[in-house]
């Protein structure tokens, strides 16, 4: 039965609205309708063409889902060939240069001409296709294949949502587009999640992705992948009036309605295309897909087409390389860590490699199910990847590359690796139901407990203790000088005396250490709170708890219930802290805590006197009055720093009877100092 009109008058308004909607959502990414409006939309045209097949045109959204699986791809011969460029492999701004000064040695420039103007845009990482447009529809997509001929790919092509199967504005009798797909490291991530919850085989990476969406004869599979697309070119043409500068072909295509990358330049000279190479490494982690490199190309057509060609290879462009992020190393162990809450973590010894700028030797597993989920085995051939700032991980295992006899080894289990116990003190270790992570029960028996625990109570945004380092609470813990965070302030177990023999102390350094430690004494009750390194208890928790219960004795007697009326605290933190409390062995550290002084100021008072907040102090000789610990509180209570060393970084020396070398420093640095009474009127300003 032939459609009657109103059927093709709606299939035709249906089609543009809803690739109206696909415009707005996945090339401006600001959708316009509802998802359940647009389901709406695609589910009456599917059946529209249901039921009069004739109406569906080859640019109807609806083959975006993908139809039958093909035997096998058609081959397809380009018209004009798909060329690759050469890489510029000095990853340095010289690498910018060199290709300038080629191009201008080929154009028969010498030092006198003027610039060449070049176009600088990323070089994008997946699989190059070439997409036909005739009178604005797509009719066929094809993968480079060897350059001389590709494959038809069309209907995998089609599902990919951002490429428009019709062109916007009044586009050319044929128009060939040449870009990148690739798949956006979020979209990579959120797949193999699905994938993995499904117990669905996941991507190696973003690249793969692509690549392996767009060769799939089942078109249903790409319809499931989300992949993006980037155009940076274009091939054939007919009926069109190509701009002059390459630049301005990107223009057009991007008014056409083809995603353009917005991260691109028009470079006046060389020295701008380095500056563009510069400034893409520096954002490049921010990017939401992978790049290797950037791509410079000769703007004028004109001056492209006078360039030619040596072997494939264009003279007028040139990718330029960053350092790899990812790269593969060998795991030589699998070691295991215990952190502040007992928690033990997984972490793989590598061979030394170099990725993302850095030589990396140890990558993070996070837990035992991640190990499993990867199965890291020793021996293996693992992805290694560094972006930015982010700590090494270990990507995937290369399981061609696995030795055979490591395949019929076991996987690696946690359990086993310690013998079920921790490895620092060899208790037994336990992972509770619904956890992650294995933890050693001993709590703060366990010395690399105790010992991160003292480095949280002395980091910066706990209590502040200058200099108490990890090779420090190492030896004090080692050597039983202190067993718990109180022990710090136990004058008889760690004074200057004790500390001066240990490793790498100095007198002078041990005395610097005694008077930090004495002045972070009377630090605010937020701080105290967070430095006892309650589970569940940050910061922010922290200062929400002083400010509620306002003494560390209300907050130790507080119940349940009483501690969910403060505001963000549910139950889950709610028992972290009861349960803090109650180990009888945190009941002892609070209580010599307090006995030493160490009680945690109002928040009001600590606030109220900080007249020397942002100063800092250097306090020497014998005052007339105050102990040297007095004197530290006091400036520590109003906001003040006691530094044990004088720099220029100093603002005031106090300096007392019998002043040595620090007096001598404050003068050749012009740092002010004051004694006994200047402090005090100081603080009373
Ligand atoms: S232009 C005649 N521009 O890199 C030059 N290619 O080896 C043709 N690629 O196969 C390529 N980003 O898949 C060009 N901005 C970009 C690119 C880019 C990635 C890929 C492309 C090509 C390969 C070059």
Known sequence: ???????????????????????????????????????????????????????????????????????????????????????????????????????????????SAPPVEYAAELKFD?????????????????????????????????????????????????????????????????????????????????????????????????????????????????????????????????????????????APDAEALAAFHAAILAGRDALSFDIDGVVYKVNSLALQERLGFVSREPRWACAHKYPAQEELTEVLGIDVQVGRTGKLTPVARLKPVFVGGVTVTNATLHNEDEVRRKDVRIGDTVVVRRAGDVIPEVVSVVLERRPAALAEASPWRLFDAVAGKCPVCRSDIARLEGEADWRCTAGLYCPAQRKQAILHFASRKAMDIEGLGEKLVDQLVDRDLVGSVADLYDAERVDADSLAALERMGGKSALNLVEAIAGSKRRPLARLIYALGIRNVGEATAKDLARHFGSMERLRQAGIDELQRVKDIGPVVAESIAAFFREPHNGRVVDSLAGAGVRGEPEAAAAGRAVLQGLTFVLTGTLPRLTREEAAALIEAAGGKVSGSVSKKTDYVVAGEEAGSKLDKARTLGVPVIDEDGLRQLLES
């Open 1 to 111: 039965m032939a459609a009657p009109r109103e059927a093709a008058a709606r299939a035709e308004a249906l089609r543009a609205e809803i690739e109206r909607h696909n415009h707005a959502y996945y090339v401006l990414d600001a959708p316009t309708v509802p998802d359940a409006e647009y389901d709406r939309l695609f589910r009456e045209l599917q059946a529209l063409e249901a039921q009069y097949p004739e109406l569906q045109t080859p640019d109807s959204p609806t083959l975006r889902v993908g139809g039958r699986p093909l035997p096998a791809f058609a081959p397809v011969r380009h018209a004009l060939p798909m060329l690759s460029i050469r890489t510029e492999t000095d990853a340095g701004p010289e690498g910018a240069h060199a290709f300038d000064a080629r191009v201008r040695r080929a154009l028969g420039l010498d030092e």
């Open 126 to 266: 997946g699989l190059a296709v070439s997409l036909r447009y005739e009178d604005g529809v797509l009719v066929q997509a094809a993968t480079r294949g060897d350059g001389e001929t590709g494959e038809d790919v069309t209907q995998n092509v089609r599902t990919i949502r951002c490429i428009p199967l019709r062109l916007k504005g009044a586009p050319p009798a044929l128009l060939e587009v040449r870009g990148e797909v690739f798949m956006r490291r979020p979209d990579f991530e959120g797949y193999n999640a699905r994938q993995r919850e499904l117990d669905r085989p996941t991507l190696v990476n973003p690249r793969n992705g692509a690549a392996g969406s767009i060769r799939q004869l089942d078109p249903r599979i790409a319809a499931e992948r989300p992949l993006s697309f980037y155009a940076y070119g274009v091939g054939e043409t007919r009926g069109w009036r190509m701009p002059s500068r390459h630049s301005e072909v990107l223009d057009a295509l991007a008014a056409f309605g083809i995603p353009v990358c917005e991260h691109r330049v028009v």
